[in-house]
Structures are given as structure tokens and as C-alpha cells.
């Protein structure tokens, strides 16, 4: 999975949107328009519908934002270094960056998203009833309807007791803190979560077939994402403690074979790609590394370019944060390769290659580990 679509910087966090996104916002913009508007507000006309179904989707959209800003700011402030966010649409589930390890702050950090969205509800509210009194049902008195309602709505979804929601992290927590044992919190908890996700796709299929409304659909996408999440989480922790302690240093690979920036992309297929069979290569000029350059990047080029093009054009710079240090945590390093897109990142110290670490390394040692059950 690539990343998303970089927005911009709040407080040292990059804020991106996942392309999945814009689907939902089209979704929930359509059915804004074609169902929630003018049910509620039947003497709008066709455009100030559309209009206010946009204005509504994007201010849901700063919604989720902001929650998903206070967890970071909060997991930030308890050392978590969260640097990014990636947006889906439902609030509380693309918590990326470390975990907590410790109830206290997993608690913390939970909390402050649906304390940020009940506060957004309440503004959102007391707007509305201020300004429908005065001026009646106009536009923007039905947007801020629209915002307190959906923001409420995301405080009791987020809290429903099911990992990897936020009520799930928190019932972990307290799990966590009570039992003393983070796998057994994480299990009980993502039982929760899978629970939750699988009464929802039953109502949603209830809805569909029975009493014949489409909208259940919604239901039943919602549940399906949970319950992956649900899933994935808790193998994430499994892996985690399996992995904990695991330095990249201990699994990289030392023997290396990497290309030099000036050769040309027809060599580089020829000598490389051909011989060796790997996806990708670490870029070395001198004593320096200076880039990663991968099968993809090549394919971009048309072919009668291969002989005048080189790696150095069409290379990844080592600039962007690429490279992993020896020290760096086992699991980490596998989520910065999953969260990049590259199955292998080059280890370096300063400017000097040591070693490349491929998810093959990472998942051959993980699948040694609980083999051997420790
Ligand atoms: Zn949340």
C-alpha cells in the first residue's frame, strides 16, 4: 500500500488522506444530497442542496480531522513522536505511529479523540439552536444540524468498547492494567471489536434484504473494515511482542549488492534485475548512499530511454527518510517498509551502507520466534 495524498503540516504532524477517501467523500456527499437534505429541508432548491451536502461532507471531513489531531497532540506530548496521519473516513482507526507502552498513556490517548468530538458536537449545537431561532431553517443552520448530529455520532461509534476503536483501546487499557498482560487485554478487547463488526454487517444485511433499504450498505462496509482492523491489530501486537527487544541490526542482511547512480537504466535490467532477481537496489556513490531505485521506477521510463536515462535520474533520494538505522526497532522498521511501499530499505550509519532489511528478513525471524513459542 502506498501512502496517501500529502495535505499539510499542523505542529510538526503531516497530514495525508488515504486515496480511498475520496470515494467515501463522494459517497457521503451523494447520499447527503440525495437523502439527508431533502428529507430535512424539503423547500431548498437542487443547487443549495448540493452545495450545502458539499459543505457539510468537508467540515465532517475537518471533524475527523480535529479528533484524529488530538489524539496525535496528545500521543505527542506523552513521547509517542506520532509525525503523520492518514485520514480515512471514520475517525478512531488510522492511528498510526508507535503504541503506547503503557495503560496510563494508551488511556490518555484514547480518550482525547472522542473528548474533542463531544466538544465539537456541543459547539456545533448550541450554533445551531442559536441561529435556527433567530433566522429559522436556513443553509447554514442546516449544516451545523448536520455537524452536531455527525459529531455526536462519532463519539458513540468511537466509543463502543470494541479494539481498534478508541472505546476498544480504552477497555483495553483497563484490561491492560488490571491483567498486567497487554496480549491477553489486546485479545479480549479485539473479541469485542469482531463482535461489534459482525452484529453491524448483520444489521446492515438485515436493512438490505428485509426492509428493503440500500442504506444498509453502509452498515455492512463499516463492519467489514472493523473487523480486518480488529484483526490486524491484534496480530500487529502479537508480532510485536514475538519481535520486542529485535534491533534491525540483528536481522538485516550485510551482504549487499547494490548499483552505482551513473549506470543507465538498460544496464541496470541487464546486470541486475536479470542476474540477482531482487525488486529493488540501494543507489551507492562513493562511500555514500544516496538513493533506492526499484523495478517500478524503471517501468515509468519507455524503453527507448533505457540506455540514456540512469538510476541517478529516476532513484528515490536517500533524503526522504528512507534508510533505517542498526538500532532501530525490528517492528518499526517492518511498519516504515509496509507504510512506504518497499519491500527493502537500506540500513546505513551516517552515509555508510551496512546492510538492507527485506519484510522476508523480518517475517522469516518472527515465524523462527513463534515456532519455537518465545
Ligand atoms: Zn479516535
Given amino acids: 500500500m502506498r501512502r496517501g495524498f500529502n495535505l499539510f503540516s499542523i505542529g510538526g504532524i503531516k497530514i495525508s488522506i488515504h486515496y480511498t477517501w475520496f470515494v467515501v467523500l463522494g459517497l457521503v456527499v451523494w447520499s447527503l444530497a440525495v437523502e439527508h437534505f431533502p428529507h430535512a429541508y424539503p ?19 475537518v471533524s475527523v480531522l480535529l479528533h484524529e489531531l488530538s489524539h496525535s497532540f496528545v500521543a505527542n506530548r506523552m513521547g509517542l513522536g506520532i509525525r503523520g496521519i492518514t485520514l480515512f473516513i471514520f475517525g478512531g482507526i488510522a492511528h498510526l505511529g508507535k503504541e503506547p507502552d503503557d495503560p496510563g498513556t ?22 445551531y439552536l442559536a441561529l435556527v431561532t433567530e433566522f429559522g431553517r ?5 449544516i451545523l444540524e448536520y ?12 466509543l463502543v468498547p470494541g479494539f481498534p476503536l478508541d472505546g476498544g483501546r480504552l477497555l483495553r487499557a483497563i484490561l491492560w492494567k488490571r491483567t498486567k498482560d497487554i496480549r491477553r487485554a489486546t485479545r479480549i478487547a479485539s473479541l469485542f471489536g469482531r463482535g461489534f463488526a459482525i452484529l453491524l454487517i448483520l444489521a446492515g444485511l438485515f436493512e438490505i434484504f428485509v426492509t428493503r433499504d440500500f442504506g444498509g450498505i453502509w452498515l455492512v462496509l463499516i ?3 472493523l473487523q480486518q482492523a480488529a484483526e490486524g491489530s491484534y496480530q500487529q501486537v502479537l508480532m ?7 534491533r534491525v541490526r540483528q536481522t538485516m542482511t550485510t551482504d549487499v549488492v547494490h548499483v552505482s547512480p551513473e549506470l543507465t537504466l538498460a544496464e541496470l535490467v541487464e546486470s541486475f534485475f536479470f542476474k540477482y532477481r531482487f525488486n529493488s537496489y540501494p543507489v551507492v556513490d562513493g562511500p555514500s548512499l544516496v538513493g533506492m531505485v526499484d ?11 533505457w540506455h540514456s536515462v540512469t538510476v541517478g535520474d529516476v532513484m528515490t533520494p536517500i533524503s526522504e527518510g528512507l534508510a533505517l538505522r542498526p538500532d532501530d526497532d525490528a517492528v518499526d522498521a517492518l511498519t516504515k517498509m509496509l507504510k512506504s511501499g518497499w519491500g527493502m530499505l537500506p540500513v546505513a550509519e551516517g552515509e555508510r551502507l551496512l546492510g538492507i532489511l527485506t519484510r522476508r528478513d523480518v517475517m522469516t525471524l518472527l515465524k523462527i520466534k ?3 513459542g518465545t
Wanted: hydrophobic content about 60%; some cysteine; overall charge neutral.
Fill in 43 to 61: 423547500d431548498f432548491s437542487k443547487v443549495t442542496i448540493w452545495l450545502v451536502s458539499l459543505a457539510a461532507a468537508l467540515l465532517l471531513f
Fill in 295 to 305: 523495478l517500478e521506477q524503471v517501468r515509468r521510463v519507455p524503453r527507448e530511454e
Fill in 240 to 246: 510485536r511482542n514475538a519481535l520486542s527487544g529485535v
Fill in 106 to 127: 494508551e488511556f490518555k490517548v484514547a480518550v482525547a479523540g472522542p473528548v474533542c468530538s463531544l466538544a465539537l458536537a456541543v459547539i456545533f449545537f448550541v450554533a
Fill in 138 to 142: 436556513t443553509p447554514v443552520v442546516a
Fill in 223 to 225: 463492519g467489514m473494515f
Fill in 147 to 158: 455537524l452536531w448530529y455527525v459529531n455526536a455520532a462519532l463519539v458513540a461509534f468511537n
Fill in 370 to 372: 513463534t515456532d519455537l
